[in-house]
């Protein structure tokens, strides 16, 4: 669908009785293109990371292809694929939620609305 077409559909929408401020647009992740999926967090070895290299499917499907790295080698594959405002913005979330895990995605173009090519879907710490 293009931005016309959504726009158009926003539009019946408001029309048909539905309000404006309840309507959400979405664009889904290219993963079809995706190149790194990967779960990070701090560990004594510097970082342990769980990962997928060009899955060409969604996180959730991703997690059964995943290999484990640590160490310097987490970092490589990090800023092999990650942009530097991406891998600055990772570094500053391990930073601030130390016991947390940061779950993200990496592409080979800019995606979201910030231009980077990693979106982070989720710092969690259950």
């Not at 790194?36 to 059964?64: I, K, T």
Request: aromatic letters at 10%; charged letters at 15%; one cysteine or more.
């Amino acid at each position: 669908m293009t931005i016309k077409q959504a726009l158009q559909l926003c539009k019946r929408l408001v029309q048909a009785g539905y309000q404006a401020d309840e309507l959400l647009l979405d664009e889904s992740a290219p993963d079809h293109i995706v190149v790194l999926q990967a779960e990070v967090m701090n560990s004594p070895r510097f970082l342990d990371m769980h990962y997928c290299l060009h899955s060409g499917v969604g996180m959730r499907q991703a997690y059964a292809m995943m290999s484990y790295a640590n160490g310097l080698t987490a970092v490589n594959l990090l800023r092999a694929y990650l942009d530097p405002p991406s891998m600055d913005t990772l570094l500053a979330i391990l930073h601030d939620y130390s016991d947390s895990v940061v779950e993200l995605s990496t592409y080979p173009i800019s995606v979201g609305v910030l231009g980077w090519n990693t979106l982070f879907w989720e710092v969690r710490n259950y």
